[in-house]
């Protein structure tokens, strides 16, 4: 299995608390044996997530944003934003129709799968 080290712990953090879902506010935890960082909300919640891992339980949030795969993502959904803003004659995504919506939506995730692919096909 290939794992990702990233440039800057604080800039490739995952964005939600480990235990209580709400947006993570800075606090880290770094699990040495697994190499693993958790966010966390506030003390109490990295306390609870510590604990839980030390039991051996599942943690509710394991994903997290890749930011510059977020940053390749937008500037190659750029064309098409432009392209459905036209057509819609309006920049709000909510005055589109919702097959629009949905085809922008669709091709950001798709955008944002690609440069992931890609990143784990050239790391060592």
């Given at each position: 299995m290939k794992a990702y080290h990233s440039?800057?712990?604080?800039?490739?953090?995952p964005s939600f608390c480990s235990n209580c879902h709400?947006?993570?506010?800075?606090?880290?935890l770094y699990i040495e044996e697994n190499k693993k960082i958790h966010s966390c909300c506030s003390m109490a919640c990295q306390k609870e997530t510590k604990e839980k891992i030390e039991r051996g339980e599942k943690l509710p949030i394991k994903a997290s944003v890749n930011y510059d795969s977020a940053d390749y993502c937008r500037k190659r959904s750029q064309h098409l934003y432009k392209?459905?803003?036209?057509?819609?004659s309006s920049g709000d995504l909510f005055n589109w129709s919702a097959e629009d919506r949905k085809k922008f939506?669709?091709?950001?995730?798709?955008?944002?799968?690609n440069a992931e692919v890609a990143k784990s096909e050239t790391e060592e």
């Open positions: 440039k800057s712990i604080a800039y490739d953090k709400k947006v993570a506010k800075g606090g880290l392209e459905l803003r036209q057509k819609n939506f669709n091709w950001i995730i798709l955008e944002y799968l």
